[in-house]
């Protein structure tokens, strides 16, 4: 479970996310989309711990990320738009060390597993700064997924890679769902987000703009129920939308 209740982050006098409220339950897979500067990598880096709230509670499996920071990072994963592995380790050093970090045995039957299923293995003992992006970043979610997160946080975690494995990664993150994992992913491919996606969170300008399903979304902005997200998503932050007197196409979780 992650639960973000009035969450607020601000850079100076730029207010990056504004009371910001919503919750991903256990088995769910909840597509956090919005314009550029809308306050998605905030929103994750602040449930991963990294940045410290202004205002507002955050917590993973009910451990409150601020106050009780390292039990909340052990039920957690978090993977950021760009990887960087280490230069000097090879990539299964790095699941080791991952294993080490978070505290788990070092389970090599699982590491090779993780590393057929991301299609590493033929580069399990080259090092990690040799890697192309998209290996990189296959990497990165394989070091995520080893300790069997309850939370996965997943900043654009299809850069980089070809369609065949877009599609595997797709099937990799379903399963983490399946098996109990609460999963926010941030991606600015709403055709991605649309199939993948139980629930929609549209943020722009550091507000929540729209929360629920697709039909709850499209109801709420009156869109024709064959629309895709890609025109819910232009239809909810139209400019014209965004005027006070506006009404608000925020859909209630069901």
Not at 28 to 34: C, P, R, S
Not at 97 to 107: C, G, M, S
Not at 178 to 191: C, P, T
Not at 233 to 240: G, I, Q
Request: overall charge negative.
């Amino acid at each position: 479970m992650i639960e973000v209740a009035g969450f607020s982050k601000s850079y100076g006098d730029t207010a990056a996310v504004t009371d910001l409220s919503f919750e991903v339950r256990p088995g769910e897979i909840v597509g956090l989309v919005g314009p550029n500067g809308a306050g998605k990598t905030s929103t994750l880096r602040a449930i991963a711990g990294i940045l410290k709230p202004e205002a507002g509670t955050l917590r993973v499996a009910g451990h409150d990320v601020v106050r009780d920071a390292v039990a909340a990072k052990r039920e957690l994963a978090y993977v950021p738009d760009t990887p960087h592995p280490f230069d000097l380790l090879t990539v299964t050093e790095h699941l080791r060390f991952a294993a080490l970090a978070y505290r788990v045995e070092v389970d090599e039957a699982r590491i090779e597993a993780l590393l057929r299923e991301m299609e590493l293995f033929e580069k399990r003992d080259d090092l990690g700064s040799t890697l192309s992006r998209g290996m990189q970043q296959k990497l990165a979610i394989a070091c995520a997924f080893l300790h069997a997160p309850k939370a996965v946080l997943l900043d654009e975690p299809l850069t980089g890679l070809d369609p065949r494995a877009i599609r595997d990664m797709r099937a990799s993150i379903v399963a983490r769902a399946r098996a109990g994992a609460a999963v926010l992913l941030s991606s600015h491919l709403l055709e991605l987000v649309e199939r993948l996606c139980d629930r929609v969170l549209i943020l722009h300008r550091g507000r929540r703009l729209a929360f629920g399903t697709l039909e709850e979304i499209r109801a709420a902005v009156a869109a024709e129920g064959s629309a895709s997200l890609e025109e819910v998503f232009l239809a909810v932050t139209d400019p014209a939308r965004q005027a006070p007197d506006a009404p608000s196409p925020d859909a209630k979780p069901s």
